[in-house]
């Protein structure tokens, strides 16, 4: 069972507007989460992350927000681009994982121009 | 610029056949690890080290096993390769501790026919 999950495989939002991801986890211990964007023919690369003793994070046109009594987090990012095209998948995990990270199963997002 | 770097792009084997996936960092990481990468999935991880000669399992080990004999290189194997490891696969590095970020290579698309 998937303890991270991303239920929209693909978005698709237009030019200067706001793109929503969403992640949902089950396992309470959970964190810290972070947000991770992969361009075709590329290897992931970090974006932003939240500890769970915050409920926002924000950097540059891109923030996260996490509901911990929903399990929920977000990534929003304002405005967006057709640069920002990629899969972002979020990733969770708990101080005593060691170095285990849980992934969602991740969300294409189309920023048409 | 940090680096992980893994040998090939695209391979191509044939069921049964031995694999072995060499991945290459030069930031003097301690830790490595081998996720794969399947569609809706996400990325599972198969294996991780925190020093040399040291591993552990990660949520998928089955049918992989891992070697570290130097601190820079991390490799994958596959014993016996089979069609259901036909897959992208991600290596990974980091420092210290969960909150420090992973540093991903390009992925290697194996192909197991």
């Known amino acids: 069972d998937q303890q991270v999950k991303q239920n929209s495989p693909s978005l698709s939002v237009q030019e200067g507007r706001i793109s929503i991801l969403n992640c949902d986890y089950t396992n309470s211990m959970f964190d810290y989460f972070l947000w991770y964007k992969k361009y075709p023919a590329e290897g992931p690369t970090f974006l932003i992350s939240i500890s769970s003793i915050k409920d926002k994070n924000e950097d540059g046109r891109f923030t996260v927000f996490l509901n911990k009594s929903a399990k929920h987090l977000s990534l929003h990012i304002v405005p967006s681009q057709p640069g920002d095209s990629a899969v972002y998948f979020c990733a969770a995990t708990f101080n005593n994982a060691g170095n285990m990270l849980t992934f969602g199963g991740g969300t294409r997002l189309m920023v048409k121009p | 610029d940090v680096k992980v770097t893994q040998s090939s792009r695209y391979l191509v084997k044939r069921t049964g056949e031995k694999v072995f996936l060499e991945c290459v960092q030069d930031?003097?990481?301690?830790?490595m690890f081998w996720y794969r990468q399947d569609p809706g999935l996400g990325l599972r991880l198969i294996y991780f080290s925190y020093d040399v000669k040291m591993k552990e399992k990660g949520d998928i080990p089955e049918g992989y096993s891992v070697s570290r004999e130097k601190k820079e290189r991390f490799s994958l194997i596959l014993e016996s390769a089979s069609t259901n490891q036909t897959s992208m696969y991600l290596c990974?590095?980091?420092?210290?501790?969960?909150?420090?970020?992973?540093?991903f290579g390009s992925g290697t698309q194996l192909s197991v026919l």
């Open positions: 930031m003097d990481h301690e830790n």
């Open positions: 990974a590095s980091r420092m210290g501790g969960p909150e420090e970020k992973l540093f």
